[in-house]
């Protein structure tokens, strides 16, 4: 039997069970906007090996011609479009069910708070192997930092969820207008950040912008879910998200890029800026758009299948791609400057020689991922639950002084 006929009975296995009710076009959606985090990192972050020591080095600030990547693989707008679509379907049919909202929140953030327990737990243990194995401090930090990093989404995406009931109520009320009132709050902030008197406004003033900047896209995905995001909304927030991008870039020239660049005076990501949000509603509108269409596509078993996939291995891939990355720039430090790995990201031969790295990255975060899945289920003791939070914790401690 070949490969190819393997692959093919497996998919029709997988989609003879996946049941008729099942949004393929969602799962399609989130697979996509999930798999362009460890595309980014991997893209977009790099490593100095200068004086044997690998230190992170970001791309950006040698090319920023690379910063129009960063529009393509900052996908959150879509990841909180689904992910709001996703809880609000959710908090609905645990309603009719008669599972109380306490009891449909907890569930919903013990999926989300056991893998990233899990891969904190196991850096509290790797860390002390690696100065065993003689690797110095500074490259265990940058490892740790690197860990860290993407482990933000997590934490506000706990505190949307837990948001939900409110945003439902949010869009009855506005009548699926909240989002426009958000993006509004928003704008205001940036205002008078970057207004004529910006330099007299208190730095904190910045942290408003958190919580309606990544709420917007959330809002949006749960007025969808109840049908108050029509095809002509889609269209207006494709379109009017598309306008509002160019008009911030090319008139208010915010920068460019769509992540943090060391040494820049502004950033558009912490916390999110309109741009952030100008984004966001075009990827939103165009998702909307276009589901119908992905739906009809993921009846294929073929295409079907890596999507049941990344789904299923969705928190691992979230919490152990940075991981994967710094592991093959350590191995690889060993052995002297590699292009693309562990030379300084300052040239378009390096980003060619990154395009390469991709699948090595993609095989050790698979082998990493066989192992680490057993995070995703429910812990087998209270023994095991109590060693791993406790080594989350110790970690935790460790990260506060690396970062």
């Given at each position: 039997m070949t490969v190819l006929t393997r692959l093919r009975r497996t998919a029709a296995a997988i989609d003879a069970k996946t049941p008729a009710t099942r949004d393929r076009a969602l799962d399609g959606l989130r697979a996509v906007a999930l798999l362009s985090v460890p595309l980014?990192?991997?893209?977009?972050?790099?490593?100095?090996?200068?004086?044997?020591?690998?230190?992170?080095?970001?791309?950006?600030?040698?090319?920023?011609?690379?910063?129009?990547?960063?529009?393509?693989?900052?996908m959150l707008g879509v990841f909180f479009l689904v992910g709001g679509r996703a809880s609000a379907l959710s908090l609905r049919r645990a309603a009719e069910r008669g599972v109380p909202t306490g009891r449909w929140l907890r569930g919903r953030v013990l999926r989300l708070v056991r893998p990233v327990l899990g891969v904190a737990a196991v850096w509290a243990a790797l860390v002390p192997l690696l100065h065993?194995?003689?690797?110095?401090?500074?490259?265990?930090?940058?490892?740790?930092?690197?860990?860290?990093?993407?482990?933000?989404?997590?934490?506000?995406?706990?505190?949307?969820?837990?948001?939900?009931p409110l945003c439902v109520k949010f869009g009855a009320l506005t009548r699926g207008w909240g989002s426009a009132g958000l993006l509004a709050a928003v704008a205001a902030v940036d205002f008078l950040r970057y207004g004529p008197w910006g330099g007299a406004m208190p730095g904190w003033l910045s942290l408003l912008n958190l919580l309606p900047g990544w709420l917007f896209a959330y809002q949006l995905g749960v007025d969808w879910a109840h049908g108050r995001l029509t095809r002509a909304g889609a269209r207006l927030l494709a379109l009017g998200g598309a306008a509002l991008f160019a008009v911030l870039l090319l008139v208010f020239h915010y920068p460019a890029s769509m992540v943090g660049v060391p040494g820049a005076a502004r950033t558009n990501s912490h916390p999110p800026s309109l741009l952030v949000l100008a984004l966001a509603s075009a990827q939103a509108g165009v998702a909307v758009l276009l589901k119908d269409r992905l739906g009809r596509a993921l009846r294929r078993p073929l295409l079907w299948l890596p999507v049941v996939v990344v789904n299923l291995g969705a928190m691992t891939i979230f919490c152990w791609h940075q991981s994967?990355?710094?592991?093959?720039?350590?191995?690889?430090?060993?052995?002297?400057?590699?292009?693309?790995?562990?030379?300084?990201?300052?040239?378009?031969?390096?980003?060619?020689?990154?395009?390469?790295?991709?699948?090595?990255?993609?095989?050790?975060?698979?082998?990493?991922?066989?192992?680490?899945?057993?995070f995703d289920a429910p812990w087998p003791s209270r023994t095991w639950r109590a060693v791993a939070g406790a080594g989350a914790a110790l970690f935790a401690v460790y990260a506060l002084g690396a970062v």
């Open positions: 980014g990192h991997w893209m977009l972050g790099g490593f100095d090996a200068a004086g044997g020591v690998l230190h992170n080095a970001s791309p950006l600030g040698a090319m920023p011609f690379m910063a129009p990547l960063s529009w393509v693989l900052q065993a194995l003689g690797v110095p401090d500074a490259p265990v930090r940058t490892g740790a930092v690197l860990m860290v990093q993407p482990l933000w989404y997590i934490a506000m995406y706990l505190v949307l969820t837990a948001l939900t994967a990355m710094f592991l093959t720039a350590l191995a690889g430090s060993r052995l002297g400057a590699l292009p693309g790995l562990t030379t300084a990201p300052d040239s378009g031969g390096w980003a060619l020689a990154r395009l390469a790295w991709l699948p090595v990255f993609g095989a050790v975060l698979a082998l990493l991922g066989r192992w680490a899945r057993r």
